[in-house]
C-alpha cells in the first residue's frame, strides 16, 4: 500500500526557499499522479501543484508561477516542490497526495493517500 512521507519545511525568512521531498514507499509512483497541497490556520486546504505520470508538472495559482516548481523522479520515488522568493502568506501546512490517474486534479478529494505534512512558516 502506497505510503507518503513528506519532508524539507522549516522557518524561512521572506524571499529565502525551500525544498520539499515527498518520498513514496509500500508501491512505485508510476501509475500515480502526486499532488502538493497547503492548509493554512482557519483556510481551506488548497491545490498549488500536481505532477502527472506521464510527465507533465503543473503549477495552479497563477500567484505562485514562477516561484513554485513541481518535479519528479519516478526512479527514486520522490517528487519535490521547490519554493522560491517565499512570502509570509506562504505560511501553511504542506501535504503531498496521491492519485491512481494519469491526469492531474486540484481537488483535496480526488486524493486518497496522503501524507503526514510539513510545516512552513515565512517570518521575519
Known amino acids: ?48 501543484a500536481c505532477f502527472s505520470p506521464t510527465g507533465r508538472g503543473t503549477i495552479y495559482p497563477r500567484s505562485l508561477e514562477g516561484r513554485f516548481t513541481i518535479s519528479r523522479d519516478n526512479a527514486k520515488n520522490t517528487v519535490w516542490l521547490q519554493m522560491n522568493n517565499l512570502k509570509s502568506d506562504d ?3 504542506y501535504y503531498c497526495a496521491a492519485r491512481r490517474h494519469l491526469v492531474c486534479n486540484s481537488h483535496s478529494y ?7 505534512g510539513t510545516q512552513v512558516t515565512v517570518s521575519s
Not at 520539499?20 to 500515480?32: F, I, P
Not at 480526488?110 to 503526514?116: A, V
Open 1 to 48: 500500500q502506497l505510503q507518503l512521507v513528506e519532508s524539507g519545511g522549516g522557518l524561512v525568512q521572506p524571499g529565502g526557499s525551500l525544498r520539499l521531498s515527498c518520498v513514496a514507499s509500500g508501491s512505485t509512483l508510476d501509475s500515480y499522479t502526486i499532488g502538493w497541497f497547503r492548509q493554512a490556520p482557519g483556510k481551506e486546504r488548497e491545490g498549488i
Open 91 to 93: 505560511t501553511a501546512v
Open 110 to 116: 480526488n486524493y486518497d493517500r496522503w501524507g503526514q
